[in-house]
């Protein structure tokens, strides 16, 4: 049985997200509102949720390779920025997301 689900996961090459369910609450101020009250934005591990509160879509944005840390919009909901775990001496990676092509997606 094994070797058989071996080869499953040889045939699938790309897994893409297309929903979640859950928020852990672990980053402080990590669920968040766009100004216009129209979305909601959270970090689930190292990936950020963009959720239509009207719609239920998602969107999710993927470029970090470690826990998100923390979170924040610009006031006009153009921009997103977040930053992840780092450890010792290692730089922390941040991210600023232009919201545009997530906010039509979703």
Same mark, same amino acid.
């Given at each position: 049985?094994? !070797? ?12 893409? !997200? ?5 928020? %852990?609450? @672990?980053?402080? *101020? ?7 009250? *129209? ?6 591990? @190292?990936?950020? $949720? ?10 999710? !944005?993927? +470029?970090?390779?470690? %826990?998100? @840390? ?6 006009? %909901? ?7 775990? @780092?450890?010792?001496?290692?730089? +922390?990676? $941040?991210? $600023? ?10």
């Amino acid at each position: 049985p094994a !070797l058989k689900i071996m080869a499953l996961a040889d045939e699938c090459k790309e897994l893409n !997200l297309e929903s979640v369910i859950g928020f %852990n609450g @672990s980053v402080p *101020g990590g669920l968040q509102y766009t100004s216009c009250g *129209g979305y909601v934005f959270y970090p689930l591990g @190292s990936i950020i $949720v963009l959720r239509n509160i009207s719609t239920g879509k998602q969107a999710f !944005l993927e +470029a970090h390779d470690d %826990n998100v @840390s923390c979170i924040t919009a610009s006031k006009d %909901n153009c921009y997103l920025a977040s930053g992840q775990e @780092s450890y010792g001496t290692t730089k +922390a990676d $941040v991210m $600023v997301w232009d919201l545009k092509q997530p906010i039509k997606n979703c």
